[in-house]
T-cell receptor, first 113, second 117 residues
């Protein structure tokens, strides 16, 4: 089983819909991240959470919200999806106390028509 | 704020050749980590190699090695004896601090590498 699981793997939806991307992890890491990947732009940070009570905006948080329901779960929501939010979304986790790099899920490809 | 720049959007080499991917970064931090991630068509993000800024010795992992030039803020990836399985998008990334995983990552734009048979 994957350590970091993202659901759904792919999603096609329409403009204006509310969408939630979910991330769950079995690694026991406190820190979780949401990144967005666009061609020619690399990955950019949307939101990050250093523990359940600590949530921070990243570089491109406008149009997104997050919820850290538990140490293991970090969800990303698009309240009213727009076409330019079409992208590949990654969740990642890390544990600084183990001095290891971030570990990524397999991504959710989101297409907004 | 930190920035990471990969100036080669695409590269293509023949199998068994050596290829070097370029990465430059800008930061005022003294302590940081640099990473190269590989993203094959399966779209997984796979860590290839990492470098601690305080270490002068360049990191190596089998056929992968880096040329870390701290003063020039340059961090290139060399792939020796390239294989078809090396075909992927490669991302250079930066993390501030002395502890891996303590801070968010800043990524470059990516380089799409194709290994031809």
């Amino acid at each position: 089983d994957a350590d970091v699981t993202q659901t759904p793997r792919n999603r096609i939806t329409k403009t204006g819909k509310r969408i939630m991307l979910e991330c769950s992890q079995t690694k026991g890491h406190d820190r979780m991240y949401w990144y967005r990947q666009d061609p020619g732009l690399g990955l950019r940070l949307i939101y990050y959470s250093f523990d359940v009570k600590d949530i921070n905006k990243g570089e491109i948080s406008d149009g997104y919200s997050v919820s850290r329901q538990a140490q293991a779960k970090f969800s990303l929501s698009l309240e009213s999806a727009i076409p330019n939010q079409t992208a590949l979304y990654f969740c990642a986790t890390s544990d600084p106390y183990r001095n290891q790099p971030q570990h990524f899920g397999d991504g959710t490809r989101l297409s907004i028509l | 704020a930190q920035t990471v720049t990969q100036s080669q959007p695409e590269m293509s080499v023949q199998e068994a050749e050596t290829v070097t991917l370029s990465c430059t970064y800008d930061t005022s931090e003294s302590n940081y980590y640099l990473f190269w991630y590989k993203q094959p068509p399966s779209r997984q993000m796979i860590l290839v190699i990492r470098q601690e800024a305080y270490k002068q010795q360049n990191a190596t992992e089998n056929r992968f090695s880096v040329n870390f030039q701290k003063a020039a803020k340059s961090f290139s990836l060399k792939i020796s004896d390239s294989q078809l399985g090396d075909t992927a998008m490669y991302f250079c990334a930066f993390a501030a601090g002395v502890i891996q995983g303590a801070q968010k990552l800043v990524f470059g734009q990516g380089t799409r590498l194709t290994i031809n048979p």
